[in-house]
């Protein structure tokens, strides 16, 4: 069970804060029939709305053609690609297992591996939570695997873009060099 798409772009839109804004800017993208995985809607913030949309894309000439059309609406202030090897990327996750008594002490030590965290355990089911890197996520359920997996729960990709040196631009297919807990003046 893999819970996160082999071949996705993630995008960030600023969006007006208008009625219907964010089902325009949806709608734009069902009309070309681009396949939207997730999508997360900030709250308001000085008369902009934040989105982030993951969407199944086959290649690059794809997602260029996503940003294309969604710069055209004029409910779209900005649109950012942020591609795997430029940002970070985490992901939330809810993993619920059958789980008997007696076998909490494996699912414990699992979780510890994993540096997931036990939310509820009992009545033969055990609810284990995980905020990480999408392939991490997908490690989690492949380790409980000994155990019934009853459901998971993603949450939509939250993402930023790495941090490069002043004055250092990546070339294309190329990120920048990764400062180590470095501060830039």
């Known amino acids: ?46 008369g902009r709305r934040r989105m982030t949309v993951e969407l199944a894309a086959g290649d690059d000439a794809e997602v260029r053609r996503a ?30 297992i059958d789980a008997p008594a007696h076998r909490l002490p494996e699912v414990v030590t699992v979780a510890q591996a994993m540096s997931a965290e036990i939310v509820e355990a009992g009545h033969g089911r055990c609810t284990l939570f995980l905020a990480a890197e999408p392939d991490r996520v997908a490690e989690l359920v492949t380790a409980l695997g000994d155990f019934p997996v009853r459901d998971v729960v993603l949450s939509a990709p939250v993402r930023t873009r790495t941090l490069r040196r002043p004055g250092e631009h990546g070339r294309a297919g190329q990120p920048g060099t990764m400062l180590n807990a470095r501060i830039l003046r």
């Open 67 to 96: 940003v294309k059309y969604l710069h055209r609406s004029p409910d779209v202030l900005k649109v950012v690609h942020l591609p795997d090897e430029e940002s970070h990327a985490r992901r939330a996750a809810f993993v619920v």
């Open 1 to 46: 069970m893999r819970p996160v798409a082999p071949c996705s772009a993630v995008l960030r839109l600023d969006v007006i804060e208008t009625p219907y804004a964010i089902a325009r800017v949806t709608s734009i993208l069902t009309a070309r029939r681009f396949d939207v995985l997730t999508l997360d809607v900030g709250a308001p913030a000085g």
